[in-house]
């Protein structure tokens, strides 16, 4: 089966601006998720998706961070206005079931993001 | 809350060599625990998990975990290494009947496998 796809690989820009990522999950892959790795930690998760529903978006700074998973397919996650501190891999994942299952989380490649 | 600690940032081992990469874990209740590996410029792939049932647990590519619910651990083994498995590697947990509790993921330990 195709992996869950990620565009674009690489960013670069300026801080202040505004800049968007999609995700293509697994098809038939119920749940999505969203993830910021920054450099030396692990992945903390943004927001997470069942079906076109946001389940948890506890940890994603709603003052800049919006994610859509319209049609319960594809997602886009936009960051306007960049700061810095933003400067991460965002990661996309998803896994069959609910999101409180036990399943594992397929993940795609990742957008390294760089705010100059 | 849940939390993750991979107490090394590094681990080197000499190929052929058996490795352990290190994880505790902190939940209430009982967990769901999983070892994720991250290759350069990709992201991350699923190894194993354990559920329930036998305390170790068999997964991708010759590795395996023993679930030690006294100690909260959750160890990640291979009884002979290869220059392959050189990468990082994610240690993360998820309460068991928690609802949506996202799951939490150390902070990595980079396994170095020198020939």
């Known amino acids: 089966e195709a992996g869950v796809a990620q565009s674009p690989r690489y960013k670069i820009i300026e801080k202040r601006q505004s800049v968007a990522f999609w995700c293509n999950p697994i098809?038939?892959?119920?749940?999505l998720y969203w993830y910021q790795q920054i450099l030396g930690q692990g992945p903390k998760l943004l927001i997470q998706?069942?079906?076109?529903?946001?389940?948890?978006d506890s940890q994603l700074p709603k003052d800049r961070f919006s994610a859509e998973r319209l049609k319960g397919v594809d997602s886009t996650l936009k960051i306007q206005p960049a700061k810095l501190e933003d400067s991460a891999v965002y990661l996309c994942?998803?896994?069959?079931?609910?999101?409180?299952?036990?399943?594992?989380?397929?993940f795609g490649p990742g957008t390294r993001l760089t705010v100059l | 809350a849940q939390s993750v600690a991979q107490p090394e940032d590094q681990v080197n081992v000499a190929e052929g060599n058996p490795l352990t990469v290190k994880c505790t874990y902190s939940?209430?209740?009982?967990?769901?625990l999983f070892w994720y590996v991250q290759y350069p410029n990709r992201g991350l792939q699923f190894l194993l998990k354990?559920?329930?049932?036998?305390?170790l647990v068999k997964g991708s590519y010759g590795f395996e975990a023993e679930f030690n619910k006294s100690q909260t651990s959750f160890h990640l083994k291979k009884p002979s290494a290869l220059v392959s498995d050189s990468a990082l590697y994610f240690c993360a947990v998820r309460a068991r009947n928690s609802g949506n509790t996202p799951l939490v993921f150390g902070k990595g330990t980079r396994l170095s496998v020198i020939a």
């Open positions: 994942a998803s896994s069959r079931n609910r999101v409180s299952s036990y399943n594992e989380q397929f």
């Open positions: 939940v209430s209740g009982n967990p769901y």
């Open positions: 998706f069942q079906n076109n529903g946001v389940v948890d």
């Open positions: 354990y559920i329930t049932g036998d305390n």
């Open positions: 098809s038939g892959h119920a749940t």
